[in-house]
Each structure stands twice: as C-alpha cells, then as structure tokens.
C-alpha cells in the first residue's frame, strides 16, 4: 500500500514544475495554496457527505471516491509545502505505540 502512496509522491513531484496547461496539479500548484487548500476543504465537505449518504444506502462507492480525492488533494498540499506522504506516515508510525488519549493530551501541552 505505501508503495502507491510514493509513487503518488514521486508523480506529484514531477507535475509540481510541469507545465500548468498540460497537469491539473501543476495548475494547482501556479494557483497557489489558497487555491490548493479550497480544493482541500471541498473534498472534505464531499467526503463527509458521501459517509452520511454511505450510512443511509449502505452503499460505499462514493466514499471511496471522495476520499481518494480528499487524500490526493491533502497529498497536493503536502507537495506544495515541501512535503509528502512519507513524513504523515513516520507521524502515524510515532503514534502506534502510544494510546490515542495520551498522544492527543501531549498536542495540548505544546
């Protein structure tokens, strides 16, 4: 599974300085973060709907779909900023071992 998450990284890296007419990510990417970011929050709001839709019909299509386009646009943004799956991977693989109440309680210290 991670290995199509780096090669998502590695496309996304490569359309970052493509030509904006010739790579929807590239397009992103000359729009700016603003830009990126809506793009972020539309998915979002897509993909809380789906779920309340999935839980009506049972049906999980949409869902999936709308969350592959809420990851690839989150995987955008990373690229954007000059980062990539990999560090939001080492941040899960940090927080395996420690309890979800304990890892949440040492964000709000900080």
């Known amino acids: ?25 590239a397009s992103l990417h000359l729009k700016g973060l603003n830009k990126i970011l809506e793009k972020v929050g539309e998915e979002c709001t897509e993909t809380i709907i789906a779920a309340k839709d ?7 299509t949409d869902l999936i779909a709308e969350t592959a386009d809420l990851w690839f646009h989150s995987l955008v943004m990373l690229s954007h900023l000059g980062e990539n799956a990999d560090s939001v991977l080492a941040e899960l693989a940090r927080r395996f071992e420690i309890s979800g109440l304990d890892e949440k309680a040492s964000r709000k210290n900080t």
């Open 1 to 25: 599974m991670n290995d199509i998450l780096s090669q998502l990284d590695t496309i996304l890296a490569a359309r970052k300085s493509a030509a904006a007419d010739s790579s929807y990510v």
């Open 54 to 60: 999935a839980a009506q019909s049972g049906d999980n």
